[in-house]
């Protein structure tokens, strides 16, 4: 990272992860460059960052933040009439207490108030749904504009999210600020990181993640390379073999 700095190569955080949990370990790493949460929800820029002006981006907080979904609130409106519309039980985080969230969860107190923290995605879980009911529900979100996903324990639920083209607005200002044809890189470490990944010019997967070999061969990925180490010595490996 420090050889990043020297070289004046940002280093763009991309995570599903809310402002909340981000901001600690930007802080214990050092972090000045913009960064990407809630799976491509906003864009948050850190003050005086860019010298050119940057369309849609707003203030919050000590950030400038361009909100590619749409507000928490909303969502979570939107989740629940439309679980009412077809006759599902669903229980969001905004139904539920910190102590709810930790245990449902696994995570400590502290942390479930950074997961709860959320500014444009909402997770939750059917409380009572058959198989054909789900079908119903995603597709009654599909048609009013939203996306309902399953990721691991809990579904995602958003409107506007997309990494991939927050990763792409990402780059195009930074080729307008800096008036030059710069190389995107991305590293992901999982199956939820290819999304966004083929938005980058060059793109390498980690091994050791949770990712099907099989999705790494299809056409989709044809340009994701595998990195030779996995964690941060494979991190670490890469970035030198790029900058070098």
């Known amino acids: 990272m420090s050889e990043l700095e020297l070289r004046k190569i940002p280093l763009i955080l991309v995570t599903p992860h809310t402002r909340a949990e981000v901001e600690p370990f930007r802080r214990k790493i050092g972090h000045g460059h913009p960064f990407i949460v809630e799976n491509g929800g906003g864009i948050f820029f850190p003050d005086g960052y860019f010298n050119v002006r940057i369309p849609g981006a707003v203030r919050n907080s000590r950030y400038l933040c361009i909100a590619q979904g749409k507000p928490y609130p909303e969502v979570c ?8 519309e077809c006759g599902v039980g669903v229980a969001g985080f905004h139904h539920m207490s910190l102590r709810e969230i930790a245990d449902n969860s696994g995570l400590r107190p502290r ?9 444009f995605e909402e997770l939750f879980y059917f409380t009572s749904a ?16 939203y996306t309902a996903r399953q990721g691991g324990a809990f579904w995602h639920f958003s409107h506007g999210c997309d990494p991939a083209r927050a990763v792409r607005n990402l780059t ?22 290819l999304v966004w990944l ?14 099907n070999p099989e999705e790494l061969k299809s056409n989709h990925a044809k340009n994701i390379i595998t990195g030779n180490a996995s964690g941060p010595a494979g991190w670490s490996e890469v970035i030198s073999d790029i900058i070098s």
């Open 111 to 119: 942390d479930a108030e950074q997961v709860r923290s959320r500014e």
């Open 130 to 145: 058959d198989e054909a009911g789900i079908a119903r529900f995603v597709e009654a979100a599909r048609l009013q504009g």
């Open 198 to 211: 083929r938005a980058t010019d060059q793109a390498i997967m980690l091994p050791g993640g949770r990712v």
């Open 77 to 84: 409106e939107a989740l629940d009439d439309i679980a009412q």
């Open 172 to 193: 195009e200002l930074f080729r307008e600020a800096t008036r030059t044809k710069l190389r995107s890189v991305g590293i992901g470490v999982d199956a939820d990181d």
